[in-house]
């Protein structure tokens, strides 16, 4: 089955230690999503990418960073992880206005900074 | 400004009973609007979706919704409640500026009693 595939699905990691979670998807699909989730709170946007096209958002920090080497894969760099990025990270997929802005999500990547 | 509201962040329900989450968006929010499901520590599950067709939209697990222009609403509706409907669920709308984001609201959580 066509699908987004988030690994791992839980990382702890130790204040300020760089950290990488990967998305990969199956679904050809041009655009991709990161979102951080925080408890109880709706997933908030940090950038995505239009095929190659990166766009942050305005209030993203600059220690979250991401790149796209191909259509399918997609990473999530926290330079310096700091207690308050501890959260749900996911990842979700769209093609372009296909099915209107339809998103396709990822199981999520639980994120434990210690 | 372009917002989705969720009214009720928490919703009780006993097994069996109508479930009723509601959904506002503001006017400037395009007819593209979804629920979406979210279990404990998984991603998020499309439920549903209405891109400008019926107004009445049948989605996964009996779920459906209305498209309410007049009252710009797009609020959630299942006949009977099963337990395995605990969840959160989010209302989402697409944005007018094309850049294949979405407006999320904040979420209600169904709580579904025995």
């Known amino acids: 089955d066509a699908m987004v595939i988030q690994n791992p699905r839980y990382q702890v990691t130790q204040f300020g230690k760089p950290v990488t979670l990967s998305c990969s998807q199956t679904?050809?699909?041009?655009?991709m999503y990161w979102y951080q989730q925080k408890s109880s709170q709706a997933p908030k946007l940090l950038f995505h990418?239009?095929?190659?096209?990166?766009?942050n958002e305005a209030d993203t920090p600059d220690n979250f960073q991401s790149r796209r080497p191909n259509t399918s894969f997609c990473f999530l760099d926290i330079r310096s992880p700091g207690l308050g990025d501890a959260a749900m990270y996911l990842c979700?997929?769209?093609?372009?206005?296909?099915?209107?802005?339809?998103?396709?999500f990822g199981p999520g990547t639980r994120l434990t900074v210690t | 400004a372009q917002s989705v509201t969720q009214l009720g962040s928490h919703v009780s329900v006993s097994e069996g009973a109508l479930v009723l989450l509601r959904c506002n968006y503001s006017?400037?929010?395009?007819?593209?609007l979804f629920w979406y499901v979210q279990y404990p520590n998984q991603g998020l599950q499309l439920l549903l979706k209405?891109?400008?067709?019926?107004?009445l939209v049948k989605g996964i697990n009996g779920f459906e919704a209305e498209f309410k222009k007049s009252e710009t609403s797009f609020h959630l509706t299942k006949p009977s409640a099963h337990m395995s409907d605990a969840a959160e669920y989010f209302c989402?709308?697409?944005?007018?500026?094309?850049?294949?984001?979405?407006?999320f609201g904040s979420g209600t959580r169904l709580l579904v009693r025995p």
């Open positions: 209405y891109t400008s067709a019926a107004t």
């Open positions: 989402a709308g697409a944005r007018m500026d094309s850049s294949y984001k979405l407006i």
């Open positions: 979700a997929t769209s093609r372009d206005r296909d099915r209107g802005y339809e998103q396709y």
């Open positions: 006017s400037s929010v395009p007819p593209y």
């Open positions: 990418y239009y095929d190659k096209d990166f766009n």
């Open positions: 679904l050809n699909h041009n655009v």
